[in-house]
């Protein structure tokens, strides 16, 4: 999963949190409560197109965009790091 930043590396692309957070906004504008889209940002995207994002109480979140459902990945960005990346 790539994160993103506020300026990023060229293996992920240009686009930073506060562009995938507007795109965000913009295209789940009409499927999500408007609390928490103004409270959210995103920090990645799945590999299908889908927003990761951290909600106002710090849970990390994915929005499938085909069936608008919201699963939560884990509790906090922290649990979300040790939960899925792996030191050799």
């Known amino acids: 999963m790539a994160v993103h930043a506020f300026s990023n590396g060229s293996s992920i692309?240009?686009?930073t949190v506060?562009?995938?957070t507007l795109d965000f906004r913009q295209?789940?504008?009409d499927y999500l409560p408007p609390n928490i889209l103004a409270t959210s940002y995103v920090i990645s995207m799945d590999g299908e197109g889908?927003?990761?994002f951290i909600e106002s109480s710090g849970?990390?979140?994915i929005c499938y965009h085909d069936s608008?459902?919201?699963k939560r990945l884990a509790n906090s960005f922290e649990l979300l790091i040790e939960e899925n990346f792996y030191e050799w």
Do not use: A, M, S
Request: aromatic share 16%; charged share 20%; net charge negative.
């Open 13 to 15: 692309g240009n686009e």
């Open 68 to 70: 608008g459902e919201v």
């Open 18 to 20: 506060v562009d995938l």
């Open 50 to 52: 889908n927003p990761i």
């Open 59 to 61: 849970k990390v979140y």
């Open 27 to 29: 295209q789940y504008f």
